[in-house]
């Protein structure tokens, strides 16, 4: 069983900069987690503290039905990737992978047996006897994930795993990350900057700043109903269009998908926008998206790919007033109809 509870934890470097202040968060076992936030709002402490290898400065760490605040690194049961994959530079593949159950005093036979059987899994069975240094980024990726995996932790953290390979190799790693969990059956938590691997990857999200939750659900619910402006802005791309209502002291959120172009205003519809410019125009596969500038104002539009405009030309934007989000002017918090 292996749920984590954070409980009330704060963590202080010695620095004296706060990190983490009272930050709770409970990942249910088995569970494939995803922790998303911009550069220095606190994913990789939370990840180290679960570890062991950061203490919190208070609070709680629960693995299981365990407190683990005072419990080593190595008597946790976790395995973790980091994003420079951390393979020790003089083994090879075989050597490295072998290294935790040596340390665990288990057989030869045994160990051969086991890193056959992942290898295979891994498909890493023509580079066994490679040394890191001769790897690409891909293989050293398979390469870490196939030591971590060996140990069979109740536990993996991922560390922005995937960010040093090309995209192309990191479409194909999500999948088998992915594949992965569900094959082992172990609790995942996977912290990432890039909004597209957490929306492609995790069961739930938890949208990270400043060392704060602002939301923690599915991926689909997160899309489709952020609690708050960061939220909206963070998940999803192109990111969504905001539009002030001065007047009213709101922000409305529109996403580009739903920001339609047309020559009437169909009846139902509350929001149009006139004299929209085309900036500039993208081809990605079967869609389009359409940069308009509104009398200043930039708005993305996401249309099939048939939809033809031109550059240059102004267009009158539309959008159904079921698909516009409002948020609080000043605060960011989502509104709900009643309020407005
Ligand atoms: N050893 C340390 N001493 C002092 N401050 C630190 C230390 N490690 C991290 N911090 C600070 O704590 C905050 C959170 O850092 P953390 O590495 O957890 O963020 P992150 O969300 O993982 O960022 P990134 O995506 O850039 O890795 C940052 O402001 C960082 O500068």
Known sequence: MAEIILKDVTKIYPNGFKALEDFSLKITDKEFLVLVGPSGCGKTTILRIIAGLEEASAGDVIIGDRRVNDVLPKDRNISMVFQNYALYPHMNVYENMAFSLKLRKIGK?????????????????????KKPATLSGGQKQRAALGRAIIREPDIFLFDEPLSNIDAKLRTQMRIELINLHKRLGTTFIYVTHDQTEAMTMGERIAVMKDGIIQQMDTPENIYKNPVNIFTAGFIGSPQMNFIKDSDKNIIMGVRPEKLKISSVEPEESSLSLDQCYVEAVELIGSEKLIYFDCNGLKLISKVPEDIQTIKGNSYKLYCLKKDIHYFDGEKGEKLYYEKI
């Open 109 to 129: 036979k045994e160990i051969q047996e086991k890193i056959l059987n992942i290898a295979g899994i891994l498909e890493i069975e023509d580079i066994l006897y």
